[in-house]
Every structure is written in C-alpha cells, then in structure tokens.
C-alpha cells in the first residue's frame, strides 16, 4: 500500500474527533475585526449576511485530511447553492495569498477562499486543529463546529438540518 496513502489515513483518524462544547458567538463577533485576504492580495470580509447557511472551513494544502475534505466541500458548495449554502475557505497556508492559488487551482477549489486571521479565531473558538469547518446559520449564529477529518455526510447533516428549520419557519 502506498505510503502517503497510509499517512493520511491515519492523519484523518487522529483528527475525527469532535471538538468540546463551546459557546462561539455569532458570526459578526467572531469575524467583524478580522483581516482577511482574497487570493488577489484585497482586503476581504467574511460574509455573514446575505446567506441561508455558511460553511467556512479552515484548512492547509499540507493537510492530509484537509485535502480529504475538498472534494466534499466542492460537492456541498455545488449542490447546495442554490438553496442559499455559501461555502469559504480560509486558507492556513501563507500569509501571503498568492501563495495558495497554485493550491486552490490544484484541488480544483470552486468556492472562494481567504486567506489570514486563522489564529485569532481560534482563540475565539477552541478550534486546536485543522480540518476545523464552522456552520453558520442565516441569523450569523454558529451552530456547528466540526474539527477533524469529516464525511460528506457528516458535514451535510446539520446543513440540511438548518435548511429544514428555514424552510419550517418561512411556512410560519
């Protein structure tokens, strides 16, 4: 068996785990004083209006469950679009953005990707590991945190959770 293949399996097991409870805040404390970077060097803002769900996920192009994780995260942008699902990766990669489109290209990343501010939200999160995505709801209320490796499934279950109650209270 190949050996890079063997190492990010067992990279990806040791990162499952879920992270602890944690009170997180909202999406607007969170991230309001926080410098991001787009991939062509401008300042940047995580949006926290303007969508149904958010999935940010942190991540690095030397992560082996990071890269494990892409293709789930392109599917979940892809798929669920047009329901008000935006997806942001926030790239731990370098400071310097530039840096990271050769491996947003790579992966084939379709959905935007910043760069900066990582360690700030920690802090703010106990996030302690990578991959680590927040799920966002409409209202800015972080009402996910997975850190870890994480199926398709698994990241799409509370997205779809979040849609079901939208869906119930837009009916109210």
Known sequence: ????????MICAMLGCS??????????????????FTDLE??????????????????WASWCGPCKLEVPHLIEIDTEYHRQGVR????SLDAAIPTTV?????????????????????????GIDGIPATLIIDADGKV???????HT????????????KKTRENAQL
Request: net charge negative; with cysteine.
């Open 143 to 149: 009402c996910q945190r997975l850190v870890g490796y």
């Open 41 to 58: 060097g401008r300042e940047a803002r995580l949006p926290c209006q303007g969508h149904t769900v958010l999935v940010v996920s942190f």
């Open 101 to 125: 489109k050769s491996a947003v290209a790579a992966f084939g990343i379709t959905y935007p990707v910043l760069v900066g501010g990582a360690e700030k939200i920690f802090n703010r999160t």
């Open 18 to 35: 879920e992270a602890p409870p944690v009170t997180v805040g909202s999406c607007t404390e969170l991230f309001s004083d926080v410098p």
């Open 87 to 90: 997806v942001i990766g926030i």
């Open 152 to 163: 398709k499934e698994e990241m799409v279950a509370p997205i779809t959770e979040l849609l």
């Open 1 to 8: 068996m190949n050996y890079i293949a063997v190492f990010c």
